[in-house]
C-alpha cells in the first residue's frame, strides 16, 4: 500500500468519524432546539400532532405572560440573589485557601483535614440535619438560608489553596516590609495573581447557584422566595398543558447558562475538567 | 501578637459555615437516626424520644425502602456502563480531529451538564408525552404504537434512566479528552510502523494507557448514580408506583413530605454507608488489579 492512499484513507476515515459525531451532537442538543422552537409556538401548535417542526405562526406571548402574569420576574430577582450569596462565598472559600496556603498556625493539619473530608460526604446525608440547623437558626424559608448550605465547600477551598501555594511568599514579605496590612496584601496582590483560579471559580458559582434545585425547594416554602428552579417546578404540576409556556420558562433558565458558556467556555472546561478530580 | 491572629482571620469565616454545614450535620444526622423525631419536635422537643435502633429495625423490614434499594442498584448497573462507554467511545472519537470543527464539537456534547436539571426535565417530560409528544409520533412514522414513557413501571426506569445518561456523559467525555492528552504521540507511531491498524492501537495501546481515568470515570459515576436524585423527581416524582423511586428520593419523601426526620436520617446513615463500603471495594478491586 503507498503512503499516498494510505493517507487519503485516513482523511476520508477522519471525514465519516466527524459527520458522525456531528450527528451525534445535534442529537445531544436536540432537546434544547426543541425547547426554543416551542417556546416561541401558540400553545394549538405545541400540542398538534403530528408536530410541526418550525413555528407557523411565531409568538412571544409565553415570555410576556412569565414576567406579567406569573411571577417570574421575583423567581429571577431571588436567583439572581442566591447567586450573590454564592460569590460572597467565594471570597470566604478565597481566604481560607490563603490562609492554608501561606501560613503557619496552630491546628491548620486538622482544619484541612476536615476541608478534605467534607468532601466525601453525599448530601442525602445532610440534608435533614441541615434543614433542622437552619430551623433552628429561623433561616427556614430566607433567601440566605437557601444559600447558606452550598456557601462554602471544601473543593473550592482545596483548589484556592493548590493554587495559591504558587505564589513565591518574597512577594508578601516584601509587601510586609514595605508595611501593607495583611487585607491590603490579600486584596491587592493575592486575589490578583490568582486570576485563573477566580475565573474559573467564579463561572462555577454563577451556573451552580443558577441551577441549583434541592435547598431551594427544601428551604422556601413561601412562594414569595422561590428561585427560578423551583418556580419552573411548580409549573411542570399545574400547567401539563400547556407546553408553549413550559418551554418559555426552561428557555429563561437556560439560555443564560448557554451565553455563559459560550463566553467563558475555556473557564467552564476547566473548572468541570478540575472538579471531576475531587 | 498581631501577626499570630491573621491566619485565623482569613480562616475561620469559612471554617465556621464548612463546620456548620458540613460536619455537624454528620452528628446530627447520626443521633437524630437513634430517635422518633418528627414535625411535633418543633412544637416541643419533649415530644422527642430515643428509640436506639428501632429506626433502622424498621427500615430494614420496609418494602418501600428494599425497593427504592433495588432501583438504584438497578439504575446503576444500567448508568455507569452506559455512560463510561459512550463518553470513552465519544472521547476517543473526538480525539482523532483537532481542528476547529472538532473543538466545536465538543462544546455540543458538554451543554446537558451545565443546564438546569429542571428545565432539562420538563423538555423531555414534553419529549415523552404520551399524546403529543414527539417520540411517539416519530414511532408512529414506522407504524409503532404511542409508548407510555413515563407511566409504564418498566420503561420508565429507561426513560429516566437515559435523560440522566445523556446529561452525565459530557463532564466525563471532558475527563477522558484531559486523558488522552497524556498518552504519547510514540506509542502510536510505533505501533503503526508495526502495521496495527487504528483499531487495534485505539484498543492495544490507548485504552490499557487510559486505565486510571476509566477507573476514576467508573467510580465517580458509580457514587453519582448512588445518590440519583433530580431526574426522576422532577420528571416521574418516583412513580409509577415507585417504580423510579431512588434510595435519594425515598429518604426526600420521608424527611420533608411525612416528616418523619429520625427515620429518613437512619435511612440516609445506611445510604451512606452503602457508598462507603462501594467505593472502598472498587478501590480495592483497583489495587489489586495493579499487582499484577
Not at chain 1, 204 to 228: R, V
Not at chain 2, 22 to 27: R, Y
Not at chain 2, 30 to 52: E, L, Q
Not at chain 2, 102 to 125: D, E, M, Q
Amino acid at each position: 500500500m503507498s503512503t499516498s492512499t494510505a493517507r487519503a484513507r485516513s482523511r476520508a476515515l477522519t471525514a465519516t468519524i466527524g459527520a458522525a459525531l456531528g450527528v451525534g451532537a445535534l442529537i445531544t442538543a436536540f432537546p434544547f432546539f426543541w425547547m426554543l422552537l416551542t417556546s416561541v409556538k401558540p400553545q394549538r401548535e405545541s400540542i398538534d400532532f403530528p408536530p410541526s417542526i418550525l413555528p407557523q405562526e411565531p409568538t412571544f406571548e409565553w415570555y410576556v405572560r412569565l414576567f406579567t402574569e406569573l411571577d417570574f420576574a421575583r423567581y429571577l430577582g431571588n436567583t439572581v440573589i442566591v447567586v450573590l450569596f454564592g460569590f460572597v462565598g467565594l471570597l470566604l472559600m478565597a481566604m481560607a485557601g490563603y490562609a492554608f496556603a501561606k501560613f503557619d498556625f496552630r491546628g491548620r493539619r486538622w482544619m484541612f483535614f476536615l476541608v478534605l473530608a467534607t468532601m466525601m460526604i453525599p448530601v442525602q446525608v445532610t440534608m435533614i440535619p441541615t434543614y433542622l440547623i437552619l430551623n433552628g437558626m429561623k433561616l427556614t424559608n430566607t433567601l440566605l438560608g437557601i444559600a447558606l448550605p452550598t456557601l462554602v465547600t471544601g473543593f473550592s477551598i482545596f483548589l484556592f489553596r493548590q493554587f495559591m501555594s504558587t505564589i513565591p511568599t518574597e512577594m508578601l514579605e516584601a509587601a510586609r516590609i514595605d508595611g501593607a496590612g495583611e487585607f491590603r496584601i490579600f486584596f491587592r496582590i493575592v486575589l490578583p495573581m490568582s486570576g485563573p483560579i477566580l475565573a474559573v471559580q467564579v463561572v462555577l458559582t454563577f451556573i451552580g447557584g443558577w441551577n441549583s434545585f434541592l435547598w431551594p425547594l427544601i428551604i422556601a416554602s413561601d412562594q414569595k422566595l422561590y428561585t427560578l428552579s423551583v418556580g419552573l417546578a411548580l409549573l411542570n404540576q399545574q400547567l401539563a398543558v400547556n407546553p408553549s409556556l413550559q418551554m418559555a420558562a426552561a428557555s429563561v433558565m437556560v439560555v443564560p447558562i448557554l451565553v455563559v458558556f459560550v463566553v467563558f467556555q475555556r473557564y467552564v472546561i476547566q473548572g468541570f475538567a478540575l472538579s471531576g478530580l475531587k | 501578637m498581631r501577626n499570630r491572629l491573621v491566619p485565623y482571620l482569613f480562616v475561620s469565616p469559612a471554617m465556621i459555615l464548612l463546620l456548620a454545614f458540613g460536619i455537624l450535620p454528620i452528628g446530627v444526622a447520626a443521633v437524630i437516626s437513634t430517635t422518633n423525631m418528627n414535625i411535633s419536635a418543633f412544637a416541643s422537643w419533649s415530644n422527642v424520644d430515643f428509640v436506639g435502633l428501632d429506626n433502622y429495625a424498621t427500615l430494614f423490614a420496609d418494602k418501600d425502602f428494599w425497593q427504592a434499594l433495588g432501583n438504584t442498584g438497578f439504575f446503576a448497573v444500567i448508568g455507569v456502563p452506559s455512560i463510561v462507554v459512550v463518553s470513552l467511545v465519544v472521547a476517543l472519537l473526538l480525539n482523532r480531529g483537532q481542528g476547529r470543527f472538532f473543538r466545536a464539537l465538543r462544546s455540543f456534547y458538554f451543554i446537558p451538564a451545565i443546564t438546569a436539571i429542571v428545565a432539562v426535565a420538563l423538555v423531555w417530560g414534553y419529549l415523552y408525552n404520551t399524546q403529543f409528544g414527539l417520540f411517539n409520533y416519530l414511532l408512529s412514522l414506522v407504524g409503532v404504537e404511542p409508548v407510555q414513557w413515563l407511566s409504564d413501571p418498566w420503561l420508565s426506569k429507561f426513560s429516566v434512566a437515559l435523560v440522566a445518561i445523556w446529561r452525565g456523559t459530557g463532564l466525563n467525555i471532558i475527563i477522558f479528552l484531559a486523558a488522552l492528552q497524556g498518552v504519547p504521540k510514540e506509542y502510536l507511531e510505533a505501533a503503526s510502523l508495526d502495521g496495527a491498524g487504528g483499531l487495534r492501537q485505539t484498543w492495544s495501546i490507548t485504552i490499557p494507557l487510559l486505565r486510571f481515568a476509566i477507573f476514576f470515570v467508573s467510580v465517580t459515576t458509580t457514587i453519582s448514580w448512588l445518590q440519583f436524585f433530580d431526574e426522576p423527581f422532577v420528571l416521574t416524582d418516583g412513580g409509577p408506583l415507585g417504580a423510579t423511586t431512588s434510595a435519594s428520593i425515598f429518604l426526600y419523601k420521608e424527611g420533608f413530605r411525612l416528616n418523619q426526620f429520625g427515620y429518613a436520617s437512619a435511612g440516609s446513615i445506611v445510604l451512606f454507608a452503602i457508598i462507603a463500603i462501594i467505593t472502598i471495594v472498587q478501590l480495592r478491586l483497583r489495587r489489586a488489579d495493579d499487582e499484577y
